[in-house]
């Protein structure tokens, strides 16, 4: 079974103030470590074995998405990116999300990690992927 890992990078930068920004929200920082919390949570599944996993699709919204789309190029990590067309929480964010992974007719489970999440047991965190698929 195809996994389709959905990262959601939504977020309006207020809550970490001075760090984040509006134009910069935390899940683009380097907070812990080199990667920034997007990069982290996109690099959470390399080396995985066991599944079938789609390339990286992150939702979020126009203002983050050139960053988006320089943080994933340097990871060199090909993925799509789904636009908010307004931000209105997870369950419509899923929504897109879930139209874009069935659009070429697949059916794939949809992995959904926020990007503003710390996860430091890798390996814990992809026997539970594994275990769940």
């Not at 470590?33 to 080396?47: C, N, Y």
């Not at 999300?97 to 996860?119: F, S, T, W, Y």
């Amino acid at each position: 079974m195809l996994i389709q890992h959905v990262v959601l990078s939504g977020g309006s930068g207020t809550r970490l103030w001075p760090l984040s920004r509006e134009k910069y929200p935390k899940q683009l920082l380097p907070l812990i470590g080199e990667d920034s919390l997007l990069q982290a949570t996109v690099r959470r599944l390399d080396g995985i074995s066991g599944i079938q996993l789609a390339s990286p699709m992150v939702v979020c919204n126009e203002e983050y998405r050139f960053v988006i789309a320089e943080q994933l190029r340097l990871m060199g990590k090909p993925g799509s990116i789904v636009l908010e067309p307004v931000g209105r929480n997870t369950a419509p964010a899923l929504k897109l999300a879930a139209l874009a992974a069935m659009r070429e007719g697949a059916d794939p489970i949809l992995l959904v990690m926020p990007a503003d999440q710390v996860i430091l047991d890798v390996p814990a965190f992809q026997a539970v992927v594994r275990k769940g698929s």
